[in-house]
């Protein structure tokens, strides 16, 4: 591929709601353009963006998949991103490096959950959109009511720029709003339409809807507004540059018609692209730290250079890919550059442009492109590279923390010694991963935004790296707290044939409100206790909290007073001090009323209208709390808070109740008390398991 300057650079986000179609639309476009000499299939498993094996047997995206190519003389990268919600944080960390969004709409289902969360995606990084309604082809698909349910979530900016002709298995074309012409397709499309009059059955609908489109591109410019009311429309040339500028300044959204699985209309959206998306010199300059102070850097080629990685894939072959966008300058092969974070120097050999798993060579790259290099030293997801001369660090893009930890188990010897790098290569590809030891367990965790998510990380580690695990039920991070007021006194006394051990200390414990964690007060006066002990005292209780009192869970939100005590010139020491904080503690929780604390998750579910009845009696059944709901269109949502323990089986039992046309999204929200009868099950549970971990020690 030949290199693009920045004003012919398009770099588009294909986002939407999971089997909305988008990665068929993308096979489709690159049909097309040339790239592949045949229209590929998702379920076929021969897609250019959907590579990985997981997504092949899953058929469904799981991480962004980024295909350049050529077209009307402007080179558009498409970035393939993930539309479920296990996935979807993989698709805010990509559209960091696009300069819009073609955001695709099922034609059936209408607006879904996911189709929201990445409308605000684009929000965020407030670059401009596009809407896509697409399976325009299939049966009860409707461009109407789709559009009802577009209006419904965002607003009557969202404008057609295209009408269907035809629906459902006679969808046959596209009429052209802009330039009032009609696109028809043959069966076995390449994606190039026929284009033709406005039939007459379709003319006065496609002219009411050419109006409607007039007066809203007219209606935030004062010149074409002056144009308009004069003459009552608009010439085709300021009708485009009037859409191009709401679409750049984010006032219009256009709507456009497709079916992905026969390539209808896929020619109109790669113009609508080229023609009407902005390039990366047209965005507003980046933020960044320089030096300690936030500075603007222009995507300008005259500008020193540096990049962005946005993505990071760990090959078992090719080692680590980085992808990266070029903020400003220009990249050349074999450039020099430093890492803002390690200060290391990295040199990219062989940069290239990505078509899938493919990386195309290229000699250099300019600001706003989007490129990939392999087998950097130290570089990984989030990094900036820059010249040396001229240094400026990017920020990250923030992901939520994982909802939810499983404990994995290597199976033998030999997948235990490899099971850490392994891993540490996988979290190097997705930002929404932790692996780490729990403390009071011992055991190794990887939390996840799902069951699936970390289901999909196991399938990685033994197809790539040969390291074979198990997954245990998920631990419940539950909490432990106080509801009462203790005062008490910790004295440690032990005599030996030396020097003894002494220490003695008096505090008071009082509850804190939910999310305070830990509060320490010295109130210590007189010297009862030297000064260099206190912190001895505080440490002990710290480590007695952490290993719990009732179940063995950490102990959160609560205050602790020192006040009095005494101490012996002689037998006083730190570790005396430590011991009698740790008594001093254990007897406050006894009387200071100890009770569990269970995390609570803040749940949304998306679902067809006549689920809803079963959907919230299954949420009450779940101990979960109905904090609102809304109708739009067709589908209903529904919130609620829900204790964590109860939702650990739920993306299962949706699919189930609803047989597959549900959606739910879940992230931790706050800590409250467990029940009573709840909590006795946890304590005794926790209990046994104790006596069972003592007894095989014995």
């Not at 379709?202 to 004062?222: F, I």
Request: with cysteine; hydrophobic share 40%.
């Amino acid at each position: 591929m030949k290199v693009y300057e920045s004003n012919d650079i398009r770099n588009v986000g294909l986002t939407g709601h999971g089997n909305s179609g988008k990665t068929s639309l993308a096979a489709g476009m690159l049909y097309a353009a040339g790239v592949t000499n045949r229209l590929t299939r998702v379920d076929e498993g021969n897609t250019v963006t959907d590579f990985e094996d997981e997504e092949i047997n899953r058929k469904t995206t799981i991480s962004t998949g980024i295909a350049a190519f050529e077209w009307n003389r402007k080179k558009i990268t498409l970035l393939d991103t993930p539309g479920f919600n296990i996935f979807i944080n993989d698709t805010k960390g990509a559209l960091v490096a696009a300069d819009a969004a073609l955001i695709v709409v099922d034609g059936i289902a209408g607006v879904e959950v996911q189709t929201e969360k990445v409308w605000s995606f684009a929000d965020g990084f407030q670059i401009p959109r596009g809407l896509i309604i697409n399976k325009l082809d299939r049966e009860r698909s409707s461009f109407e009511r789709a559009l009802e349910s577009i209006h419904a979530n965002f607003g009557r900016a969202a404008v057609p720029i295209q009408l269907p002709l035809g629906a459902e298995k006679d969808f046959k074309g596209v009429i052209d709003l802009i330039r009032m012409k009609a696109c028809t397709y043959t069966p076995d499309s390449d994606g190039k339409g026929k284009e033709m009059d406005i039939p007459a059955e379709a003319a006065d609908a496609a002219q009411k809807a050419h109006e409607a489109l007039v007066e809203m591109v007219a209606e935030g410019n004062d010149t074409l507004m002056e144009e308009f009311f004069d003459k009552g429309s608009l010439s085709d040339e300021h009708m485009k540059e009037g859409l191009r500028q709401a679409v750049l300044e984010r006032r219009l959204t256009p709507v456009l018609c497709s079916a992905a699985l026969h390539n209808i209309g896929t020619d109109l959206i790669l113009n609508f692209m080229a023609e009407f998306f902005p390039s990366p010199a047209e965005r507003p300059p980046v933020q960044g730290q320089m030096g300690g102070q936030q500075v603007a850097r222009p995507i300008k080629h005259s500008e020193p250079v540096s990049a962005f990685v946005f993505k990071t894939i760990a090959d078992p072959f090719a080692g680590r890919v980085s992808y990266f966008r070029v903020i400003s300058g220009i990249l050349k092969n074999d450039a020099n550059l430093v890492n803002v974070r390690t200060g290391g120097s990295e040199r990219l050999a062989h940069i290239g442009v990505l078509k899938g798993k493919t990386i195309d060579p290229v000699t250099e790259l300019y600001a706003g492109d989007i490129g990939a290099v392999a087998k950097l030293k130290e570089t990984v997801t989030a990094d900036t590279l820059c010249d040396k001369a001229s240094q400026i660090a990017y920020p990250a893009v923030e992901i939520p923390e994982p909802s939810i930890a499983y404990a994995v188990t290597a199976k033998t010897r030999q997948d235990e010694d490899r099971m850490g790098n392994a891993i540490q290569r996988i979290l190097e590809e997705d930002a929404a991963l932790r692996f780490y030891r729990d403390p009071q367990t011992k055991e190794f965790l990887v939390a996840g935004t799902g069951q699936q998510h970390v289901e999909v990380v196991v399938n990685k580690l033994k197809k790539r790296y040969g390291v074979d695990v198990t997954l245990a039920a998920p631990k419940i991070p539950y909490r432990e707290t106080i509801r009462g007021f203790a005062d008490v006194q910790g004295r440690h006394k032990k005599q030996t044939g030396g020097h003894g051990q002494f220490g003695d200390c008096k505090i008071k414990m009082e509850p804190l409100a939910r999310g305070e964690k830990f509060s320490f007060v010295n109130a210590i006066f007189g010297g009862s206790i030297p000064r260099q002990f206190v912190p001895a005292v505080e440490k002990g209780i710290v480590e007695a909290a952490q290993k719990g009192y009732l179940a063995g869970y950490p102990v959160v939100d609560f205050k602790v007073t020192l006040y009095d005590g005494s101490y012996h010139d002689v037998d006083s020491s730190e570790m005396s001090f430590k011991l009698a904080g740790r008594k001093a503690f254990k007897a406050a929780m006894a009387v200071a009323k100890p009770a569990l604390l269970e995390p609570i998750v803040r749940v949304e579910v998306q679902a067809p209208v006549e689920y809803a009845g079963d959907l919230m009696g299954d949420m009450n059944g779940r101990r979960g709390r109905i904090t609102g709901m809304d109708t739009r269109g067709g589908t209903q949502i529904i919130r609620a808070m829900v204790p964590m323990a109860e939702m650990l089986s739920y993306q299962n039992d949706l699919i189930s109740m609803t047989q597959g046309r549900a959606s739910f999204a879940m992230e931790l929200d706050h800590y409250d008390f467990v029940p009573q009868a709840q909590s006795e099950k946890i304590i005794a549970a926790a209990k046994a398991a104790k006596e069972g971990e003592e007894e095989e020690e014995e």
